[in-house]
């Protein structure tokens, strides 16, 4: 008789900088397999509060995650609020990610869009002080899927890809918000979306918000920078990735980094 083995359950992980700014202290855990870093700033430098927020969930298994980065602007009303959305969709989306990836990528974009232009969340919205940039990204079996409103960045890090001078999966746009001033407002709402294959071994999902980019002499908006640093250590096997997040954090810190800085980090090995 074959013995069943238990499911192991999905991990999820929220987290709202006004409630954990990380002042002059970078952060770094995991939510299962996956590894987000956390820096409020440096307070000699100016900085007093953390508008950023994420939210997470990893299957069990490592064969999906699904995360949201926000980073929002005047205030954290939209950043709250965003966070709040995504995890309230936790059961959806776990669901989503169970169907085959031909069905379970449309029917998420789908289900964010729907979520996003409600007029009930359009309209609470209205009321809001300040908005936010907000980057979603869902992997399963060989493929990423994400949106982006605003000018959080995700990174498909591989050799291959490296080679070709390839890192970034989008482009910073700017004047593009959630909140108060709202893209879902326009007649058209206007963001970016793609979906990427992945190459065969080991990828590295990065995503980060401009904090980790617009401080000293901004190192990593050079991507072979940016490349070298989050594929040091490049071994076979299982990889603890908490010394690259913790260690670029920590620089923003010694370069007196003012705004908040956000980052999450996985790999995938495929076939």
């Not at 309230?88 to 964010?112: C, G, K, R, S």
């Amino acid at each position: 008789m074959k013995r069943l083995l238990a499911k192991k359950p999905v991990e999820s992980l929220r987290w709202l900088g006004s409630e954990a700014m990380y002042l002059d202290t970078p952060n770094v855990t995991t939510c299962g397999h996956a590894t987000i870093g956390r820096y409020g700033g440096r307070t000699s430098s100016g900085a007093h509060k953390n508008e950023d927020g994420a939210f997470l969930c990893c299957a069990g298994d490592s064969s999906w995650e699904f995360a949201a980065l926000i980073d929002g602007h005047t205030t954290a009303q939209s950043t709250e609020l965003l966070v709040n959305l995504f995890a309230d969709m936790q059961e959806t989306v776990n669901a989503l990610m169970q169907q085959p990836v031909a069905t379970a990528f449309p029917a998420l974009h789908q289900q964010v869009h729907q979520a996003l232009s409600a007029p009930a969340f359009v309209k609470r919205c209205r009321s809001l002080q300040g908005e936010a940039s907000c980057l979603v990204c869902a992997r399963k079996e060989q493929f990423l899927w994400w949106l982006c409103i605003g000018d959080c960045v995700v990174y498909l890090l591989h050799p291959d890809l490296a080679r070709l001078g390839q890192f970034a999966l989008n482009r910073r746009s700017f004047f593009e918000w959630v909140g108060h001033v709202n893209t879902f407002d326009l007649p058209i709402p206007c963001y970016a979306t793609g979906t990427r294959q992945l190459r065969p071994g080991r990828n590295r999902i990065l995503m980060l918000t401009d904090g980790l980019l617009e401080f000293g002499q901004h190192p990593f908006e050079n991507p072979w920078y940016l490349y070298d640093h989050f594929t040091q250590k490049r071994q076979v096997g299982p990889l603890d990735l908490r010394p690259l997040a913790r260690d670029s954090l920590t620089r923003v810190h010694e370069e007196g980094g003012l705004d908040s800085a956000t980052l999450l980090l996985w790999d995938c090995e495929t076939p």
